[in-house]
């Protein structure tokens, strides 16, 4: 499955923005969906992963109730709506698939897309 992510870009401390995950290839029906980021000089962070259904997610700690993510299977789609954002979101997001249920590490995701720059100014 390809992965490509779009929406990131600059935006103020509070403000949102919407990222989308768009697959092709094959169905992400098949898959965990996820978002990783990473900052200048850090290693790659989990943020949020959505179960094949859509049943269950899974968020960090540090984006817990500002970040939500969905799917719709039926456009081969995932988004992560970030709200309240913060200047340590800066980062590069990456969305993600694996077969099987969603987890946290990085290593454990087989695919990855190429990554949307979002920029939080304080």
């Known amino acids: 499955v390809q992965l490509q992510a779009s929406g990131g ?29 990473r900052a200048p000089g850090t290693e790659r962070e989990f943020v949020a992963g959505i179960s094949l259904t859509g049943g ?4 960090s700690d540090s984006v817990k109730g500002r970040f939500t993510i969905s799917r719709d299977n039926a456009e081969n789609t995932v988004y992560l709506q970030m709200n309240r ?33 979002v920029t939080v100014s304080s």
């Open 9 to 37: 870009g600059l935006v103020q401390a509070g403000g949102s923005l919407r990222l989308t995950c768009a697959a092709s290839g094959r169905s992400i029906s098949n898959y965990g969906m996820g978002w990783f980021r």
């Open 56 to 59: 269950y997610t899974l968020s």
């Open 85 to 117: 954002l913060k200047p340590e979101d800066t980062a590069i997001y990456y969305c993600v698939a694996r077969n099987g249920r969603i987890l946290s590490q990085p290593d454990e995701y087989d695919y990855w897309g190429r990554g949307t720059k």
